[in-house]
């Protein structure tokens, strides 16, 4: 492998400081059927490590900021545990949400397999990354990549494989389409920052030190009747599959808070840019190349499903218009923050960000089998204890299912609480397809 080395981007940088503070670890965990040899899997790991630069490189300090270098960087890491439990993978990738990137030239990236051999053949692995290197659309092409490699030396015949390199890109802010951004509008937005919304409801029921927190996960699944009963209500709303999930979070925050109604709700939603980048950044590129934009909402008592649904739509198409998820990582501000100023966001409000956090990586055009192995649920998760939003949401649609990965922080919101919203985003949905209006005061 070549040398590759580079400073860190402005983007990197926040999110490498944060990462050493606690946060800003990310998971994706694969439920595979089928037997996985531990020796072949570190193999297709060493392929993906030499296709990707960010796989490549540890993160060093030096005199003018933090670098990228991948001169003596360590092999992926995996790590096999022999599963006894069905549900032992939840524990364990809340672990590894957790457990922060030490330097010593290791990489940005780990795997651990949950060896299901001894119990019923299906087995999890789980990858976990330092957010700075990855975002939702990087770490589901990783497990494919992943797949494919171990499926491709299973059949090679100890035939050497050698993968197609990726470029080694520059920082997001650095390759974004210029042309298209609103200069004046960053420059009005930092002279003028958007007005918070007063008493927002961010579900804090107690409160803790950033290092007693924990980020806990939870996961549900539509199966595909459901998924294409939502699918074609959504084209009968004139809402999208994203605006309906983001109506039904509302309506969980809503039906849980209930009695203080009006309810004021913030809720950001992550946007991929990689058709707004110079050359435009093909999907299974890995590297993080997404913004976050937030929106404001009032709950009330007749507020009605769809009505919401197109609400949150409508919102969306706007900021795309106004072009705020490409202004947004282009602001000048972003050069001043450091670490004293992420602390004290950590501290700020419990560091809750937005009520609620969606990110969507939409319907996967993924193979379900590879060799003989069997891809059957896949869900992906961000660490939320350090900063982040009170209740975060991972989707993605694969063979004709919706999976769902819930993300909160314990003690702030108890358990019995991030079940109780949980299972009303499910019955929200369920509720929704098959009424002919849903009314919030109607599901409380």
Avoid at 147 to 169: G, V
Avoid at 192 to 207: G, S, T, V
Avoid at 235 to 253: G, Y
Avoid at 322 to 339: A, D, F, G, M, P
Wanted: hydrophobic share 40%.
């Amino acid at each position: 492998m070549e040398n590759l080395s580079r400073k860190l981007g402005t983007i990197e940088n926040i999110f490498n400081i944060i990462h050493d503070l606690g946060g800003m670890i990310c998971i994706c965990v694969a439920q595979i059927e089928g037997l996985i040899q531990p020796g072949i899997l570190q193999q297709a790991l060493n392929l993906l490590q030499k296709r990707h630069p960010l796989l490549q490189v540890h993160i060093v300090d030096l005199e003018d900021g933090r670098y990228f270098q991948s001169e003596g960087t360590k092999e992926i890491p995996l790590k096999v545990i022999k599963k006894y439990q069905s549900d032992r993978w939840f524990k364990v990738a809340e672990e590894e949400l957790h457990e922060k990137f030490t330097r010593n030239n290791n990489p940005l990236c780990r795997v651990t397999l949950l060896d299901g051999s001894e119990t019923n053949n299906v087995n999890e692995i789980i990858a976990t990354f330092d957010h700075t290197i990855v975002d939702g659309t990087s770490v589901i092409n990783f497990i494919q990549e992943l797949l494919s490699y171990y499926a491709q030396i299973l059949d090679s015949n100890n035939t050497i494989l050698e993968p197609i390199k990726m470029q080694f890109l520059s920082p997001l802010e650095e390759i974004v389409d210029r042309s298209i951004i609103d200069t004046n509008k960053i420059q009005d937005t930092q002279k003028n920052p958007a007005p918070k919304l007063p008493n927002l409801e961010l579900l804090i029921e107690q409160e803790a030190d950033p290092i007693d927190r924990r980020t806990r996960i939870l996961t549900r699944i539509l199966n595909p009747e459901i998924t294409l009963a939502l699918m074609n209500r959504c084209k009968q709303e004139q809402a999208t599959v994203h605006s309906a999930l983001s109506a039904a979070m509302l309506f969980a925050v809503g039906k849980n808070t209930f009695t203080n109604t009006p309810i004021k709700v913030s809720c950001a939603f992550s946007v991929n840019l990689r058709k707004y980048c110079l050359p435009k950044v093909e999907a299974e590129q890995i590297g993080c190349f997404v913004s976050h934009v937030k929106q404001n909402y009032v709950l009330e008592e007749n507020s009605d499903f769809w009505n919401l649904a197109r609400e949150c739509k409508s919102k969306i198409l706007q900021s795309i218009r106004l072009r705020t998820h490409i202004n947004s990582v282009c602001s000048q501000e972003l050069k001043y923050i450091n670490k004293s100023i992420l602390i004290q966001e950590s501290k700020n409000q419990m560091g809750r960000k937005n009520t609620l956090d969606i990110s969507n990586v939409g319907e996967l055009n993924l193979e379900a089998q590879y060799g003989q192995l069997k891809l059957k649920e896949l869900y992906f998760a961000g660490g939320q204890h350090c900063v982040g939003s009170s209740v975060w949401l991972g989707v993605l649609i694969f063979q004709q299912q919706i999976f769902f990965t819930f993300a909160y922080v314990t003690p702030l919101l108890s358990e019995k609480t991030a079940q109780f919203l949980t299972d009303s985003v499910v019955d929200n949905i369920e509720k929704a397809c098959s009424s002919k209006s849903l009314s919030l005061s109607s599901i409380v």
